[in-house]
């Protein structure tokens, strides 16, 4: 298998110490992220090969990053240097019927600068065949779309899988740009979709719910209006509270609906990066098993991911296997 390709933000999260609010402490956690970044350091924790694109400020603070991205083996060589700042938010965890909050200072970030010009895209992708890309990143800036368009349109000249999660968060989008438009350019240049009925309502403009039988349909309506299409996997989550939670999936292929069963998250460590969790151990299950072991292997993946402060995943695939496995007790290991 050749390299995954992600393309995306790194971020730096700032968090005061357990959930504690930021008026109520002077001393703060730092951890590194970005939607894309996620993905891509899970799937290489998996045992993938994995590309990170991105540019990051040419400081000490950069300097770290790309330290930090190192030391999970994902490859840096396409991550550009610039004078302006990284990225940066700032997230209060909640807990039980409190909800987490998060700001964010990334206007004028390094990424947000970002250009076509900034990326060799014929070198970028040389050794891939595989590309992630999720609604965040067009979000950011009209350079950070037209980059990611471009290279969408060369990965697919190439014949790479591409993997779209078009996450739509209407705070983020401040330039002069329909999202729903971009989006569905993008959508256009994608095989494998990771959303649910609210991301195809987006993209088509439509009304459906959330049965099973009318995200089948949502589903086929969506690989009628984008061809390239193939797939559609959706992560459903049940929410009790802020610190109890409830994961399963369900996926429709063009032939088979299949649905996974719960997983009971009774205690969140760290939500941030849950769903990246899931389209890591998405891509890392289909260049692997079949559509329904990989759909499994990323709820189960999206669910550990709960238990890991930070914004990465730090499963293994023996660690996810065993909880396919039934292994949920949390009982020690020696």
Known sequence: MGQVITFGEVLLRISPRGNKKFIQSNIVEFYFGGTELNVGISISNFGGDVKHISAVS???????????????????SSISLSKRPLGVYFLEVGAVIRPSMISYNRSHSAFSEIQPA????ESALENGDW???????????????????????????????????PTYRSGLWKYDQNPKEA???????????IGGVNEINEALGTNYGYSNDEFIEASKQLMITFPTIEKVFDKIRTSLNSSWHKIRARMWNGTDFRETEDLDITHIVDRIGTGDAF????????????????????????????????????????????????????????
């Open 58 to 76: 040419e400081d000490s603070m950069g300097e770290t990053a790309l330290a930090y991205i190192r030391k999970f083996g994902v490859d840096t």
């Open 183 to 193: 989006l569905n350019e993008l959508l256009h240049l994608s095989t494998i979709f």
């Open 118 to 121: 900034s990326v060799n895209w």
């Open 279 to 334: 389209a890591a151990g998405l891509i890392y299950g289909l260049q692997n098993f079949d559509d329904y072991k990989a759909m499994e292997f990323a709820s189960a993946a999206c669910a550990l991911k709960h238990t890991y402060e930070g914004d990465v995943n730090l499963a293994t695939v023996n660690e996810v296997t065993n909880i396919l496995g039934g292994n949920i007790t949390g009982r020690l290991i020696r």
């Open 131 to 165: 590309m992630h890309w999720t609604g965040i990143t067009p979000a950011l800036s009209k350079g950070a779309f037209d980059t990611l368009k471009n290279g969408l349109q060369l990965a697919r000249k190439k014949g790479f899988a591409v993997s779209a999660d």
